[in-house]
């Protein structure tokens, strides 16, 4: 019987050329970071991250907590430890600190440990027992669990990975089987972190092999500008210069920024003036669309019981539009507050079948004083969903559902686990639920304004889109001292 392949770790100058060799030798379940990086290695489709398969793997020890629930677990931990007055405010930014702690396992506390510490690590220990007790997981914790009772091992190939923190080094060990590889990049700019991986795995056991393949220079230029429009204005030019004097394709191009957010705005507008398409590739929050404000609008409108303006704002937005001019030159006068007020106001509205069905819908999910007789508020989040469908339902045209069908999905997904179907909810709950699904849930972002094939434009994305690929040109923008990269 021959012995097992044995696992190594692939050092080279060029991680893309070494991969595709190796991929050649034989049947491997391939792991890369990124669509670029799938591309480069010249596979037909994108196969599996590391995190993917490691919270597939994870899911004997529990589901994985959606974002949604993450929240609600982590306002309740804080809440439990700082007061119910400050919770919303440490929850918001405490991510971080109780990733932390999940990522190190949970140690105990031990003496000297600050006060502060110990405080975060109180929250992440009540948060990890909130999640428990739904039989979820936080992601983060899929690592050490699969580390410590993986399924049955397979041959990996992990490829266009710069570095690994020690848990994902942990998981992957279990997880790789007989001939698994691993391709890290040598005398580069992340080399450091690069034998940091090495060296963990092969105290592991694996093994190492250093390749002697050549790479061409890249060549390196750092410009200076004194604002971020100027820095917008001198990259876009040079695109142009490419796209037209260079003859360059727009795809062979790639604008890579940490902050989209911050140069978003600018590049849309630099872009049109210079003719260059452009697809900005960036997911935002669900309260930051536009459908994702007639939601909040809504979820307000609910709580502070249907104020007059708005509730005005609310009806009157294109999405909904069942407040029409006359109708509200009418409320105008009389400035309607409180359910039963504004449905007087809607009695006369031309698109009355609609507003009338619109209305019972809501009655269930106004605030106790302003319900009408009869109907009770739902007393699960199965009921409190209905409720939500019928509303949305009967607000929305069906425009809006139609163009927004991908958001609408994102909002439901949500809610599946904020509104747990036979969990009592009080309405209260289901409010605070709402607000989180618009924090929490993610769309895409508004894309190309000048190109309608993703192909046709220069890329605009965040560094960690670019892990693994291979571009002609890439310019990277906000690249100041001590913010990104450090090098420059």
Not at 86 to 107: I, K, N
Not at 168 to 182: H, K, M, Q, R
Request: charged share 25%; aromatic share 6%; with cysteine.
């Amino acid at each position: 019987m021959s012995a097992p392949a044995p696992r190594l770790v692939v050092r080279s100058v060029d991680p893309v050329r070494a991969g595709r060799e190796l991929l050649a030798r034989g049947h491997l379940q391939v792991l890369v970071p990124s669509d670029g990086a799938a591309r480069a290695l010249g596979l037909e489709r994108t196969p599996l991250t590391l995190a993917t398969l490691v919270r597939r793997a994870a899911r004997c020890h529990g589901r994985l907590a959606s974002a949604v629930t993450r929240r609600q677990a982590l306002f309740s931990a804080c809440a439990s430890v700082f007061g119910e007055d400050e919770a919303a405010g440490y929850a918001s930014r405490g991510g971080t600190a109780v990733a932390a702690w999940l990522r190190a396992g949970m140690p105990r506390a031990r003496l000297g440990l600050s006060e502060r510490n110990a405080r975060w690590q109180r929250v992440a220990s009540h948060y990890q027992r909130a999640l428990r007790a739904q039989g979820a997981i936080d992601p983060v914790e899929a690592y050490a669990l699969v580390a410590q009772d993986p399924p049955p091992a397979t041959a990996l190939a992990l490829l266009g990975y710069m570095s690994l923190e020690p848990d994902e080094v942990a998981a992957l060990d279990a997880l790789a089987g007989p001939g698994s590889l691993v391709v890290l990049p040598r005398d580069g700019s992340w080399t450091a972190a690069a034998d940091g991986v090495a060296d963990a795995l092969a105290a592991c056991g694996w093994g190492c092999l250093e390749r002697d393949d050549a790479r061409a220079p890249a060549l390196l230029e750092a410009w200076r500008a004194p604002t971020p429009g100027a820095e917008v204005q001198a990259a876009l030019a040079y695109v142009k210069r490419l796209l037209l004097e260079d003859g360059l394709p727009p795809a062979a191009i790639t604008v890579v920024t940490r902050d989209l957010e911050r140069y978003a705005e600018e590049l849309r507008v630099v872009a049109r003036a210079y003719g260059v398409p452009v697809r900005i590739e960036r997911r935002a929050a669900l309260r930051r669309t536009p459908l994702g404000g007639w939601l909040a609008a809504l979820v307000e409108v609910l709580a502070d019981d249907f104020p007059f303006e708005a509730s005005a704002a609310l009806l009157r937005h294109p999405f909904c539009g069942l407040l029409d001019q006359d109708a509200f030159d009418a409320a105008r006068r009389w400035r309607p507050r409180g359910f039963g007020a504004w449905r007087r106001a809607l009695a006369g509205c031309r698109d009355g079948e609609r507003a009338r069905a619109t209305l019972a819908a809501l009655a269930p999910l106004v605030a106790p004083r302003s319900r009408p007789r009869g109907v009770a508020a739902p007393a699960d989040g199965g009921g409190w969903r209905v409720a939500l469908e019928l509303v949305l339902e009967g607000a929305l045209t069906s425009t809006t559902r139609t163009v927004f069908a991908a958001a609408l999905l994102g909002w439901w997904r949500a809610l599946d686990d904020a509104l747990p179907a036979e969990a009592a909810v009080a309405r209260a709950a289901m409010l605070r639920a709402l607000r989180d699904a618009l924090r929490v849930v993610t769309v895409p972002g508004v894309g190309s304004e000048t190109a309608s094939d993703a192909r046709a434009a220069v890329r605009v994305v965040a560094p960690e889109a670019l892990a693994g690929a291979r571009v002609s040109v890439v310019l990277l923008l906000g690249a100041a001292e001590g913010i990104f990269p450090e090098g420059v």
